[in-house]
């Protein structure tokens, strides 16, 4: 499908206006509010609402359940690590069980990412739960308010573009499979806050977001997001930093870079390419570059640190993924009764 460069023009100015209110609003992370927008921004107009709404309802739900946890766990590292596989399980689990995969995806999502800071600076907790919503909202609204003002003023015509969502499953069928890579997603996120808190690696909270995106029951599908993954992330971080140097601390060059950066994502992102996944995670990196604080950007290091703990979530990954499914073959080959690993 060939991306009208329109569309990709309103989810620029959709991303750059989730921002600026954020900004207008203080909120304490403005890029959460950019990436909504980018996320839901869709030439399918069901999609675009379906996913809108979803997400906003999945963020509270999910808010409420992590702050809860989180305080009750304080302090008790064996409750928080049985927390954090069960959520991860859980994540993977629904995304491919449930109709509402999407929303029960979101909601756990808010509350592993709330659990994650509840360990690297638990004062923070409660303003987290609180400004998370609003960041989500004011992402979703801007992304719909341009789309119906900018939609008609550019006379945009809406096209129904290639579903790229991993493919449900009706219940009972390769449930062994969706178990398997739930399994991953646990370990995984058990593993990461462990390796964090022995080596004090960067960032803990973005490598828990990209374990929980790149699951999927198909493990070659898996691979190929873990590539595009760490590609996108290195050529939209490196862009971002470049455009947030050259525009440090003018909002006029920041606007521009930034709109004309993501409407550039978005041709890929938006598209039907077996490559599309490397333009969502280019564009989501660009964001996180060039979004810092309440404002144009003054320094580079969060955005080093992001992008260090997205290439360690992919890596971490892929070698829990591996050894899963080296284990699963073993056993297998083990046990004549056993599911032959495909």
């Known amino acids: 499908m ?29 890029w959460w509010a950019a990436i909504s927008a980018w996320v839901i921004s869709s030439p399918d107009k069901s999609a675009f609402w379906q996913k809108g709404i979803m997400r906003i309802l999945g963020t509270i739900a999910g808010c409420v359940m992590g702050y809860e946890l989180a305080a009750q766990l304080e302090g008790r590292p064996v409750g928080q690590a049985i927390s954090f596989f069960l959520l991860g399980f859980g994540a993977a ?26 360990l690297s600076a638990p004062q923070s907790l409660y303003y987290f739960a609180h400004y998370r919503a609003y960041e989500i909202i004011c992402g979703v609204g801007s992304a719909t308010l341009c789309d119906g003002i900018l939609g008609v003023i550019l006379r945009l015509e809406r096209a129904i573009p290639l579903n790229r969502e991993p493919k449900k499953t009706a219940p009972g069928g ?22 964090w808190s022995l080596f004090n690696l960067p960032s803990l909270p973005q490598s828990l977001v990209t374990v929980l995106v790149l699951v ?3 493990m070659e599908a898996t691979r190929l997001m873990g590539l ?29 870079f930034f709109i004309l950066g993501i409407a550039g994502f978005s041709r890929l ?24 604080g309440n404002g144009p950007p003054d320094t580079i290091v969060p955005v080093v640190n992001r992008i260090a703990g997205i290439m360690l979530g992919v890596l971490v990954f892929m070698c829990v993924a ?21």
């Open 2 to 30: 060939t991306v009208d460069f329109r569309q990709s023009l309103i989810t620029g100015v959709s991303c750059w206006l989730a921002t600026v209110a954020a900004f207008a609003l203080h909120l304490d992370n403005p």
């Open 93 to 118: 689990y629904m995304r491919f069980r449930s109709k509402f995969g999407y929303a029960w995806f979101i909601g756990i999502l808010a509350a592993v990412l709330l659990m994650s800071l509840s």
């Open 174 to 195: 390769d449930q062994k499979e969706i178990l398997s890579v739930a399994l991953v997603g646990g370990l995984t996120a058990v593993i990461i806050p462990v390796l």
């Open 216 to 218: 999927n029951p198909n």
């Open 228 to 256: 595009q993954r760490i590609l996108g992330c290195l050529i939209g971080g490196a862009l971002g930093l470049v455009a947030s140097l050259v525009a440090l601390e003018s909002i006029l060059l920041w606007s521009a």
């Open 269 to 292: 992102h938006l598209s039907d390419s077996r490559w599309a996944y490397a333009g969502t995670q280019g564009g989501l990196a660009f964001i996180m570059a060039i979004v810092t």
């Open 322 to 342: 591996a050894s899963v499914r080296l284990w699963q073959t073993g056993f297998a080959e083990g046990n004549p009764r056993a599911p032959v690993a495909k």
